[in-house]
Nanobody
Framework: QLQLVESGGGEVQPGGSLRLSCEASGFTSDNYAIGWFRQAPGEEREGVSC????????NYRDSVKGRFTVSRDNAKNTAYLQMNSLTPDDTAVYYC?????????????????????WGPGIQVTVSS
């Protein structure tokens, strides 16, 4: 059974940092892109970042560029989202998702329908 589980969320003050992890299980290979998405209360889900299966392509939405860094360790079946300089606007439930249909060198975070396995999500709250 394919499964993704996020960890590392929590509450942090503005300007603080968190590192989210996304652990995959049940996959027979690491040939899938990982996307990170978030949904704030009352808002639609939005794509945040993605990383291709071979880590050659990293993409970020404009509002997180320079603050967030996506990475993955295929040997550990785990992807990461390092989030620095957090602001209250980053408060949301964060999800990781696996997209096996992407070529190994490509990913996109603006096409969530191409991701077919999703984690349950984890809360990130930025508040003073």
């Amino acid at each position: 059974q394919l499964q993704l589980v996020e960890s590392g969320g929590g509450e942090v003050q503005p300007g603080g940092s968190l590192r989210l992890s996304c652990e995959a299980s049940g996959f027979t290979s690491d040939n899938y892109a990982i996307g990170w998405f978030r949904q704030a209360p009352g808002e639609e889900r939005e794509g945040v970042s993605c990383i291709s299966s071979n880590s050659d392509m990293l993409n970020y939405r404009d509002s997180v560029k320079g603050r967030f860094t996506v990475s993955r360790d295929n040997a550990k079946n785990t992807a990461y989202l390092q989030m620095n300089s957090l602001t209250p606007d980053d408060t949301a439930v964060y999800y990781c998702a696996a997209g096996p249909k992407f070529p190994h060198y490509y990913c996109s975070y603006w096409t969530p329908w191409e991701y077919d396995t999703w984690g349950p999500g984890i809360q990130v709250t930025v508040s003073s």
